[in-house]
């Protein structure tokens, strides 16, 4: 007895796998650098965009999307109040008509520090903005997003979740956890149709990193040691990140994405 033929598959053409239109994302860290990168493809890409930052007076990637003809909205977050993070979604959610389809946790601090002499309160500020909140914000997104059945949650991590660096021990132990949460995030929740990955991005020429650029050795690493040769800028996670938040990435979930120029490859 021959086996029934499969149902043909529906054929989506290639580029509108890609496509945010109709979507509503909420973006924390979206304010510079890889944030508003990320928020500004988004936005190219058809989704409305709402940004969490700490200076609500820096509306540079808000102007970005209305110029585009697409909806902005800015909402303040200072993400190491926990009390502030714990309400900031349902901000996000008041705002955009009661729906976030994307969820990316951009926000995050560098502090570089000898080990000897990290103190309590140092470690606590860099795991409380990096790690705490963004798990919070995972929570309050996955209690929106699997009753829909249906969401996409990209969180920031760095190359330093795979290897420790130096000088880097909070910031590290931050970004592994970044990591580990989004593998654990995505096996309780890909059953329930929502995606949750990261990308971990290499050395970046942004703001954080001013103070390491003129570093001859964090230079070295950055372009010398790097195939690419050269710093990462903001945009070059523009693609990566609008890959994850939309249908071309169904069956991609619990993935740190590292994006880098190669620097992990060697």
């Known amino acids: 007895m021959s086996t029934p033929a499969a149902e043909p598959t529906p054929q989506i053409p290639a580029l509108n796998l890609f496509s945010l239109k109709g979507k509503n994302a909420f973006v924390t860290g979206g304010s510079r650098g890889i944030g508003a990168a990320i928020a500004i493809a988004l936005a190219d890409a058809g989704a409305s965009v709402c940004i969490a930052q700490r200076d609500t007076t820096n509306t540079d990637t808000a102007d970005a999307i209305r110029a585009r003809g697409v909806k902005a909205e800015i909402i303040p977050c200072d993400l190491g109040d926990m009390d502030a993070v714990k309400g900031v979604f349902q901000q996000a959610l008041d705002v955009m008509d009661g729906r976030i389809d994307i969820l990316v946790n951009c926000g995050g601090i560098l502090k570089r520090k000898e080990a000897l002499s990290v103190s309590e309160e140092e470690w606590d500020v860099v795991m409380d903005v990096n790690?705490?909140?963004?798990?919070?914000?995972?929570?309050?997104?996955?209690?929106?997003?699997?009753?829909?059945?249906?969401?996409?949650?990209?969180n920031i991590a760095s190359i330093n979740s795979f290897i420790g660096g130096e000088n880097y021990a909070p910031y590290s132990s931050s970004k592994g956890g970044v990591s580990q949460l989004t593998k654990a995030l995505s096996n309780e929740w890909a059953k329930h149709n929502v995606q949750v990955n990261a990308i971990?991005?290499?050395?970046?020429?942004?703001d954080m990193n001013t103070a390491l650029r003129p570093n001859a050795e964090v230079t070295a690493a950055a372009i010398t040691g790097c195939p690419a040769g050269r710093w990462g800028t903001p945009t070059d996670y523009a693609g990566?990140?609008?890959?994850?938040?939309?249908?071309?990435?169904?069956?991609?979930?619990?993935?740190?994405?590292?994006?880098?120029?190669?620097?992990?490859?060697?």
């Open 240 to 266: 990566p990140a609008v890959f994850l938040c939309s249908n071309a990435s169904q069956y991609v979930t619990g993935e740190v994405l590292v994006v880098d120029g190669g620097l992990l490859g060697k």
């Open 200 to 206: 971990a991005p290499g050395y970046v020429a942004t």
């Open 131 to 154: 790690l705490k909140a963004l798990f919070f914000l995972c929570q309050a997104a996955g209690r929106h997003m699997v009753p829909r059945r249906s969401g996409k949650m990209v």
